[in-house]
């Protein structure tokens, strides 16, 4: 310890406690009076450390006025907060007026999260709204220069020791102050993100506030020289990436959330036994069938060479079978709501395998999504509006099949995963061919044209945007496709729809749009 540390220490003598949390708080407060500190304490708190046999001055005595309105003023006095407040420059007001310092303050809050989970009725979760104990902290972290400031039960140990060394030291008092000054921040985003579900705001107020706990870090970002740290949204409970257990494998990386995050997306919008693979946020592969072990060699068959290295996302348990199919090339991960432990065990042999568990996907909900801009950030609602392809509009002197409806209806589904500009050939029920992220449509026409061949013949043709031309028409009828969805709503609609009567295309309008950038 250097003299300069030694020099920063400021000496412990009183302490005000006021807990709801009260774990360790026994411990704590002994060790504190074994040092000679005096412990000033409220209610409760005050009650288990005088059951513990240990000094303790309730508040009330302390501000002779006693807790009064169930509780909700008790601290909030000149007494207490001049104490907390007070600078070594204020030494004599406080004197002339009684006050004496208060050294540290130990504070968490009222559980207000908690209830808030368990869906008490609004009248109870107002009551767990902390109004001193915010107060407390925040005082206190403010005159971190004098006081020390406690909001985790993790640091009590640590702080003990410090304490009997002569006390903290002044960064360890601002890194205290800034954990306290997040703890509240945390706390209040809570109480407003809540509050305005309860009271019924839009998903996109008219104020921005985060609320996320880090994870430790990331292997890596997007890249190797990149750091990164994933957030979680405290007051999500849906089944999702956030919420899923690692059941094995390499350390995640930003990549790996992304790609989990999309496929489990994808396979969401589906109710029969699907399976899906992607490859840089994109599908290269989804297929439906009976059962998943059909459906992953469908959706392996689209894209093999794209597949290699690729997250795989299933709607079903995991079986052995499915693992043994799924260990025989390269994947980096999977993401499914359960695996037999059998299928477990099979993993268990390709360790840097990463596994994903969701659990229960029947609550499953896409949060708005969130996109940083340099200074500020986009939020808009997810994209999750679906339609009935029996009210899509067919534009084309043929009708489509029935067959060739299932395939429209499957392609749209998935289509609208795909980064734009997009175009998707499917059949049935699984997909042929992806051309995603192009700047010009006919470009992406020509990818999944590249990617289908030799399969292309007799499938269909989906699109998240119109066509500005028929070129791209003319691309798919060169390969064999049959009938093609899209939104509709060029000024050259009638160009394209002619492009399609003269290759005896079906052609249908859903007048919607699915972008994705």
């Known amino acids: 310890m250097g003299e300069k540390d030694n020099l920063s220490r400021r000496p412990i003598s009183r302490v005000l406690i006021s807990v709801s949390d009260k774990s360790g ?39 002779n006025f006693p807790e009064m309105m169930g509780g909700r003023v008790k601290t909030l006095h000149p007494l207490i907060f001049g104490g907390i407040l007070g600078r070594d420059s204020d030494k004599e007001q ?48 403010k005159n971190h220069s004098r006081v020390s400031v406690v909001t985790d039960p993790g640091d009590y140990n640590w ?43 839009e998903d996109l107020p008219s104020s921005l ?14 890249n190797p ?23 094995q494998g390499k350390q995640l990386s930003y990549n790996n959330l992304l790609d989990f995050d999309a496929a489990l997306a994808i396979v969401m919008e589906f109710d029969e036994p699907t399976a899906v693979i992607v490859k840089h946020n994109n599908p290269c592969g989804v297929a439906s069938s009976t059962n998943l072990l059909d459906a992953f060699n469908g959706a392996m068959s689209t894209d093999p060479q794209s597949a290699f290295g690729g997250i795989i996302s299933f709607n079903r348990e995991v079986d052995a079978s499915l693992a043994e199919e799924i260990i025989s090339s390269f994947k980096e991960g999977i993401i499914a709501p359960s695996y037999s432990k059998e299928a477990l065990e099979i993993f268990s042999s390709k360790e ?34 679906s339609i009935s392809i029996s009210d899509c509009k067919v534009v084309s002197k043929r009708k489509p099949t029935n067959e060739e409806l299932e395939g429209l209806e499957f392609g749209w589904k998935v289509v609208k995963h795909v980064k734009s500009n997009a175009i998707l050939f499917a059949d049935r029920n699984r997909t042929v061919g992806i051309g995603a992220g192009q700047m010009s449509r006919i470009d992406s026409v020509k990818i999944a044209t590249f990617k289908s061949i030799p399969d292309s013949k007799g499938t269909v043709m989906a699109s998240d945007a119109f066509f500005p031309f028929r070129d791209g028409i003319d691309e798919a009828a060169n390969v064999g496709i049959t009938a093609v969805i899209q939104p509709g709503g060029s000024v050259r609609d009638q160009e394209v729809i002619d492009a399609a009567d003269e290759h005896n295309i079906a052609m249908l309008f859903t007048g919607m749009r699915h972008f994705k950038h």
């Open 352 to 385: 840097n395998l990463r596994i994903m568990e969701t659990g229960n996907l029947e609550s499953y909900h896409r949060s708005p999504s969130l996109r940083s801009l340099d200074g500020g950030w986009l939020l808009q609602e997810a994209d999750e509006v």
């Open 25 to 63: 708080i026994e411990e704590l407060s002994k060790g504190l009076s074994e040092n000679g500190i005096e412990i000033i304490s409220t209610g409760g708190t005050s009650k288990v450390i005088s059951d513990s046999g240990i000094s303790v001055c309730p508040v009330e005595e302390v501000t």
């Open 159 to 201: 702080i003990l020791d410090e304490v009997s060394k002569g006390g903290l030291t002044i960064e360890q008092r601002q890194q205290l102050a800034l954990k306290s000054f997040r703890h509240t921040a945390e706390y209040d985003s809570i109480i407003q993100s809540v509050l305005g579900q309860r009271f019924g705001e």
């Open 94 to 141: 406080m004197q002339e007026h009684g006050i004496a310092a208060i050294d540290m303050v130990i504070c968490n809050l009222y559980p207000f999260k908690s209830a808030a989970d368990k869906g008490v009725d609004l009248s109870s979760l107002i009551e767990e709204i902390d109004i001193g104990g915010p107060s407390l902290l925040r005082a206190a972290s």
């Open 209 to 222: 506030h985060l609320t996320g706990i880090g994870s430790p870090p990331l292997r890596y970002g997007e």
């Open 225 to 247: 020289h990149q750091s990164s740290v994933f957030y979680s949204d405290l007051l999500h409970s849906a089944p999702s990436i956030a919420n899923s257990a690692q059941m």
